[in-house]
T-cell receptor, first 115, second 112 residues
Framework: KAGVTQTPRYLIKTRGQQVTLSCSPI?????VSWYQQTPGQGLQFLFE???????NKGNFPGRFSGRQFSNSRSEMNVSTLELGDSALYLC??????????????FGPGTRLTVL | KQEVTQIPAALSVPEGENLVLNCSFT??????LQWFRQDPGKGLTSLLL?????REQTSGRLNASLDKSSGRSTLYIAASQPGDSATYLC???????????FGDGTTLTVKP
C-alpha cells in the first residue's frame, strides 16, 4: 500500500508570492489534515478535509487555505508569503469516519523557505 | 482547549537501557492518542495508536499506556538501540475529525 505523498518536497519563494502544496493520501483514506512545523511553535494544526469539506480549522490567518478533490487528494495554498511562513508543512491521512480506527499517517513534508 | 506536555524534553541513555517517555494532556475527553517518531528533517512515523477505550498497546519493544482519568500516557521502550535515536511526539485527538494537538516532543539519544 503506497504511503502519503507530498509534492514538491522543497520550495523557495520570496515574500509576497503565493504557493500551492499537494498531498495524496493513502488509498481509501478520506481525511486529510495539514500541519505546520517550526522550531519555535512545534506542530500546529492548519485544517482538515473530509469528503471534500473542511471539517476543522486551526488558528491561522485567511492567507492559508485548502481544498480537497473527489479522489481525496488535497492542496493547500498560502498567499502573500511572509518570512514567518518558512516551515515544514506536513499532511496526514486517515479514514476519518466515526467509529473507525483513525490512525494518522504522515507524508514526508514540504520544506518551504521564504526569502 | 487541549494542551499536551511531554517530559523530559531530551533524554540520553546508554544502549540496552529500558526507558519511559511521558505525555500529559489537559482534556480527558479524548478520541485517541498516538505516538510518533520523527527523524531530523523528516515526516512523522506512527508507532502506536491507543483508542479512548483502551489502556495499552504493544508493538515489538514498544508499549504505550493510557490513563484518561489522570490525563497521562507513557511510552515504554525496552532494550534501547542507537537506531531508536529520534524525537518522539505524542498527539491527542478529541474527535474523529483529524485535528490533533501535539506535544513538543522528547528528543532521545541512545549512545552505543
Amino acid at each position: 500500500k503506497a504511503g502519503v505523498t507530498q509534492t514538491p518536497r522543497y520550495l523557495i519563494k520570496t515574500r509576497g508570492q503565493q504557493v500551492t502544496l499537494s498531498c495524496s493520501p493513502i488509498s481509501g483514506h478520506r481525511s486529510v489534515s495539514w500541519y505546520q512545523q517550526t522550531p519555535g511553535q512545534g506542530l500546529q494544526f492548519l485544517f482538515e478535509y473530509f469528503s471534500e469539506t473542511q471539517r476543522n480549522k486551526g488558528n491561522f490567518p485567511g492567507r492559508f487555505s485548502g481544498r480537497q478533490f473527489s479522489n481525496s487528494r488535497s492542496e493547500m495554498n498560502v498567499s502573500t508569503l511572509e518570512l514567518g511562513d518558512s516551515a515544514l508543512y506536513l499532511c496526514a491521512s486517515s479514514y476519518g469516519g466515526q467509529g473507525r480506527n483513525n490512525e494518522q499517517f504522515f507524508g514526508p513534508g514540504t520544506r518551504l523557505t521564504v526569502l | 482547549k487541549q494542551e499536551v506536555t511531554q517530559i523530559p524534553a531530551a533524554l540520553s541513555v546508554p544502549e540496552g537501557e529500558n526507558l519511559v517517555l511521558n505525555c500529559s494532556f489537559t482534556d480527558s475527553a479524548i478520541y485517541n492518542l498516538q505516538w510518533f517518531r520523527q527523524d531530523p528533517g523528516k515526516g512523522l512515523t506512527s508507532l502506536l495508536l491507543i483508542q479512548s477505550s483502551q489502556r495499552e498497546q504493544t508493538s515489538g519493544r514498544l508499549n504505550a499506556s493510557l490513563d484518561k482519568s489522570s490525563g497521562r500516557s507513557t511510552l515504554y521502550i525496552a532494550a534501547s538501540q542507537p537506531g531508536d535515536s529520534a524525537t518522539y511526539l505524542c498527539a491527542v485527538t478529541n474527535t474523529n475529525a483529524g485535528k490533533s494537538t501535539f506535544g513538543d516532543g522528547t528528543t532521545l539519544t541512545v549512545k552505543p
